[in-house]
């Protein structure tokens, strides 16, 4: 009985770890992660406490797998409410590694260049925003997806012109944030070609062309044009937006009938009408 019973627990143990084992995340997603770990060097939140060697990666912290035990998600986003809450330093080649990620979000933190080019089929959600990139451009490797639906590159270094942005696929696309870059050029084909768009941030950029030729989809709920050069007049379907911003511009002439706060006109060289001053007659 004794015995049996001896038999049992040691039969017990040994088969544990194999079950952990079996249970265990790609070794290429782990060995992703764990060179991102070791190349970040403050991380003063301990948000990576739970990233330990031989563990189970899909459990880790901002981690999330799919069926194969692949990595598909993973989310660390600093917190600006927090001063302690964020991550600095690089993220290295070998993050490459990931090739199953498809939702990506590395969001106010203070991550410096280079960023990796990533081989991943196709990603749907990137958020890089406020870190301490320079990426010069929109990466290929996410101009090229067939699936992605959103864009967050806010204050990621890009000085481009948005006209030359040519990417693969826009009816997915459902959120594009490049607010606060130095993105020059219309937003008026972009918008034309997004026709299932809900929002559209691109405050504080260069963005010089005429508001009344732009044409935009149904869908679209946010507008954020405000601190660029744009010029023209203010169109009826334009204050039909939800949520407007095109304060700090060059717009001119009368402001169709609104109910729209004064903070989404101001700054710009003679708007009139409510809920600005009335036009003179
Ligand atoms: C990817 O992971 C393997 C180990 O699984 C490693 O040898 C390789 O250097 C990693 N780096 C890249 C860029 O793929
Ligand atoms: C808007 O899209 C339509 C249809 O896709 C196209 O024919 C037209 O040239 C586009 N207009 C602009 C200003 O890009
Ligand atoms: C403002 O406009 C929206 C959309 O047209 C409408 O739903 C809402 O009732 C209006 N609010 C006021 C106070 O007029
Ligand atoms: C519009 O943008 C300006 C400048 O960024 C900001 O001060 C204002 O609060 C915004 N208004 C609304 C209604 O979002």
Request: aromatic share 10%.
């Amino acid at each position: 009985m004794n015995k049996n019973l001896f038999l049992i627990i040691i039969t017990i143990t040994t088969l544990l770890p194999l079950n952990t084992n079996g249970a265990k995340c790609h070794p290429d997603d782990e060995s992703g992660l764990l060179t991102l770990k070791s190349s970040i060097k403050f991380d003063p939140s301990s948000m990576l406490k739970t990233w330990i060697t031989g563990t189970d990666c899909c459990t880790w912290s901002g981690v999330s797998c799919g069926d194969n035990k692949r990595v598909t998600t993973l989310s660390l986003t600093g917190d600006l409410e927090n001063p302690k809450s964020y991550l600095s330093g690089t993220v290295p080649k070998s993050f490459a590694n990931l090739t199953k990620i498809f939702n990506l979000d590395l969001s106010d933190n203070f991550l410096v260049d280079p960023f990796p080019s990533l081989n991943v089929k196709g990603i749907e959600s990137l958020d890089l925003s406020r870190n301490m990139f320079h990426l010069n451009e929109i990466p290929k490797w996410v101009t090229s997806s067939p699936i992605i639906y959103s864009l967050k590159l806010a204050k990621c270094g890009i000085k481009m012109k948005l006209d030359d942005w040519k990417p693969s696929e826009t009816y997915f696309y459902d959120f594009i944030d490049l607010s606060g870059n130095e993105i020059s050029g219309s937003a008026v084909g972009l918008l034309n070609e997004t026709e299932y768009l809900v929002g559209f941030w691109s405050s504080e950029n260069v963005l010089k062309f005429d508001l009344g030729s732009l044409r935009f989809g149904d869908r679209l709920k946010y507008l954020d044009l405000s601190h660029n050069m744009v010029f023209g007049k203010v169109t009826t379907s334009v204050v039909g937006i939800e949520k407007l911003n095109v304060s700090y511009n060059h717009l001119c002439g009368e402001i169709p009938k609104n109910n729209l706060s004064a903070s989404v006109f101001v700054g710009n060289d003679c708007l009139c009408g409510s809920p600005l001053k009335p036009c003179k007659a």
